[in-house]
């Protein structure tokens, strides 16, 4: 799947309506085609382009440009390794040499049964609690190499769906209420119109 869904391009049309230009949409857009799809494959870019009268190069551009959109396959977890300087000096480097072990897999790729793609990240701002690293932009501080094989082992068997949910997953709360482009705060919205639809937030 990779164009988005009719549910999606509902999403898609109610988050472009909060934008006073259709083009300021683009990462919440890219947000959605990533959380249906786990990545951003070319339909969904060009899908994003359509629905943002922009052209598939203005999208792509955007889309390799952040370090959180990606336009390659990921798995469906995504295990962030920091090496950076506290990490370095509590044992961040010999983390992530025992997550390709346990992995099977270099830093940079991804599991063979498309579970885990492991990646070394810079400061991912959890420097007091050194080592750590993210699942999916969940974090886990003071690992130890038995931690991150239990964790492993946990994510595998499906045991924390709910703390990790699939890569592309931002928030699994939906924003209900707001005010489209051009409504004054505090202006009246009419039942049924365009602030009382569910707006289905960019992720
Ligand atoms: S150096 Fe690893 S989180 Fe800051």
């Known amino acids: 799947m990779s164009r988005l869904t009719p549910e999606n391009v509902e999403r898609a049309r ?11 949409a683009l990462i919440p857009l890219l947000h959605i085609a990533q959380e249906q799809n786990g ?10 382009a359509e629905l ?7 999208v792509y551009g955007t889309a390799s440009f952040y370090d ?32 390709e072990q346990t992995l099977g897999t ?3 790729a991804t599991t063979a049964d498309g579970e885990f793609t492991l990646e070394e990240v810079e400061c991912i701002a959890l420097c007091g609690e050194a080592p750590c690293l993210a699942v999916n932009w969940r974090y886990f501080g003071k690992v130890t190499p038995g931690d991150f094989d239990r964790l492993v082992t946990d994510l595998r068997a499906g045991r924390m769906a709910e703390e990790v949910p699939p890569h592309g997953t931002l928030n ?17 919205v009419a039942p049924g119109g365009p602030g009382n639809a569910g707006q289905g937030g960019a992720a």
């Not at 309506?17 to 300021?24: D, E, F, N, Q, V």
């Not at 009268?53 to 203005?58: G, I, K, R």
């Open 52 to 58: 943002l009268d922009l052209t598939p190069a203005e």
């Open 39 to 48: 990545w951003l494959p070319e339909d969904a870019m060009i899908h994003v």
């Open 106 to 108: 270099k830093a940079g």
């Open 68 to 99: 959180m959109l990606f336009t390659e396959p990921v798995g469906r977890h995504l295990v962030s390794v920091c090496t950076n300087i506290a990490c370095l000096l509590d044992g961040g480097q010999e983390l992530l040499e025992h997550a």
């Open 14 to 24: 109610a988050t472009i309506a909060l934008y006073p230009k259709a083009r300021s």
């Open 172 to 188: 699994r709360v939906r924003r209900t209420v707001g005010l489209p482009a051009g409504v004054p705060a505090g202006g009246r």
